[in-house]
């Protein structure tokens, strides 16, 4: 008996990835990320700025079809930071400690590289604003001094990182992120790294 030729493209397009139908999935992942910084600096005081480890938590919702994705993302952030400060000649150099926090909005957006039914590459790009507050408590031999910048600032980001679905509905996810945060009046930019941890749903 002779196959049917119409039953045999069929099997044939079902069967090959290439043409497996599009579909939109929408997911909600909660995050938590280790962030350091590179340089930064006091334009006040005119000295490098240390910052510890640090760390950034938050919330990104998105929508995905098998090759795009696009999705926001909500974030607070947190560093300590250490400057030595040198006011004048005669008074010996003297440290100060601070902190920056930040709450950050973002829209990104990028491709989904399928490497098995489970595992998916992404790479993308975001970008948005950032409410940054620095503050460093100064106490030198002169006086002691509370010293604090609030603003609002336009920032973006690139990544990569690895999607692995443990169900249909559960997802577990692994990111680089490196983000630019401007410029403030008594601050440089601010380069962060964060290597980011991702559990949650898939609808």
Known sequence: QKNNPTVTMQSYVEDN????????????LPFMALQSSGDF??????????????FSS???IGVESPYFFIEGEFA?????????????????AFNANGESEGFSVLLNAG???????????????????VNQEIGFDISSPLRSNLIEEED?????????????????????GLR????????????SDRELHLAELSMGYVF
């Open 17 to 28: 990835m290439l043409f497996r139908p599009r579909k939109l999935g929408f997911y909600l």
């Open 41 to 54: 600096r006091s334009e006040r005081f005119n000295t490098e700025i240390e910052q510890d480890m640090g």
């Open 58 to 60: 938050g919330w990104r």
């Open 76 to 92: 607070y952030s947190r560093n300590k930071l250490k400057g030595l400060i040198d006011i004048h000649p005669s008074i010996p």
């Open 111 to 129: 491709g989904r590289f399928a490497l098995s039914d489970r595992i998916s590459v992404l790479i993308g790009a975001g970008f948005g604003a």
């Open 152 to 172: 609002t600032l336009f920032t973006y980001q690139f990544f990569s990182g690895l999607n692995f679905d443990l169900s249909d509905q559960f997802r577990l």
């Open 176 to 187: 680089y992120r490196w983000m630019r945060l401007g410029e403030m009046e008594d601050f």
